[in-house]
Structures are given as C-alpha cells and as structure tokens.
C-alpha cells in the first residue's frame, strides 16, 4: 500500500508517452498511464485488516489542494527506477509527506530516506538515466489516495481503497 497523488486523465497520456521515451532510451519498462501516481509515502505489504490505521493516517493529514509542477528528469540507479519529478516541490507536497511519514512513523515503519516525491517512469531500467528538464507537466492537485498494488504477470495493478479531497 503507498499514499499517491494520481494526475488527472488529460496529462496522464502525454506522461504515458514520456514514460515510453524514457523507458526505451533507459533500456526499462514504461509505467502504463493508469498506474502513473506521485507517491508520497509507501506503507508496504500490510493486512486489510489495518486499514482503519492508514485511513485515520490519510485523514488526518489531507490539507490544502495544491498545484504540482513536474519538470526534472532523473533516476535512482540502484532501484533500476527512471522517474519524474520536481525541480521546486510545493510546500505542501513536502507537508503532506512529513505528516504522513509521521503517522508511519507511529505505526512502526520508519523511512530513512529523504522525501522525494517523484513520479516513476520506468523500472528495470539499466541505464542510461536521463537528466535534466522536461514538460513541465502540472496539475491542481485537489486529492490523496490511499493505493493498494496487485502482482499479476503483465505487471502490478494499482486500486485506490480510498481518496480524500485536499479541502482549501
């Protein structure tokens, strides 16, 4: 399960496309466009059955809508993962990541790792990794979405088990 910023329908194809231009270039797998999302904090392999805790979590830490803007290019060697992202990170985008990384926190998963949030391009990629600007590719963000990853052989699919709308 992770907590996501999903773009909306009329940028998820021309990400789609970069995605497949990246993946290609980075010698990766493209991201199909109805699994692009910008996560924002990763629960992991947790039972249905703690939900109510991820909930609450989603809850308390839905703010302000804000507008995202995605326009650097980059990738986390390591990981095989070319991904999008931002060059200047709304503030809220950082808020809403601390806070829920809090709430994770509390419930026993601990990320060392520097928040970055990021829209993933491609996987398995071998490199190489593109750097530098691209898009830029925005949108209003006005809700958070709690995901939860199905493996099945084409690839995960990913389901939203809930959504709050960002209140102003």
């Given at each position: ?14 990400l ?5 231009d ?9 991201i199909?466009?109805e ?11 947790w039972p ?23 326009d650097?290019?980059?990738g ?20 809403l ?11 026993g998963?601990v ?7 990021h ?15 691209v ?28 959504q709050w709308?960002?209140?102003?």
């Amino acid at each position: 399960m992770f907590f996501a910023l999903v773009p909306p329908p009329s940028l998820r194809q021309p990400l789609a496309w970069l995605a497949g231009d990246v993946a290609q270039r980075a010698h990766g797998r493209p991201i199909p466009a109805e699994n692009l999302h910008v996560t924002v904090a990763f629960v992991g392999a947790w039972p249905l059955s703690g939900l109510s805790r991820w909930i609450a979590a989603g809850k308390r830490c839905a703010a302000g809508p804000m507008h995202v803007t995605l326009d650097a290019l980059g990738g986390f060697r390591r990981a095989g993962i070319a991904w999008l992202g931002s060059s200047a990170p709304p503030g809220p985008l950082l808020d809403l990541g601390r806070c829920l990384n809090i709430e994770l926190a509390d419930a026993g998963i601990v990320d060392d790792r520097a928040f970055h949030p990021h829209l993933t391009l491609a996987r398995k990629c071998r490199g190489p990794f593109p750097r530098g600007s691209v898009g830029p590719h925005d949108w209003d963000v006005d809700a958070l979405s709690l995901m939860q990853s199905h493996a099945a052989a084409a690839g995960a699919r990913y389901a939203v088990l809930r959504q709050w709308r960002l209140r102003g």
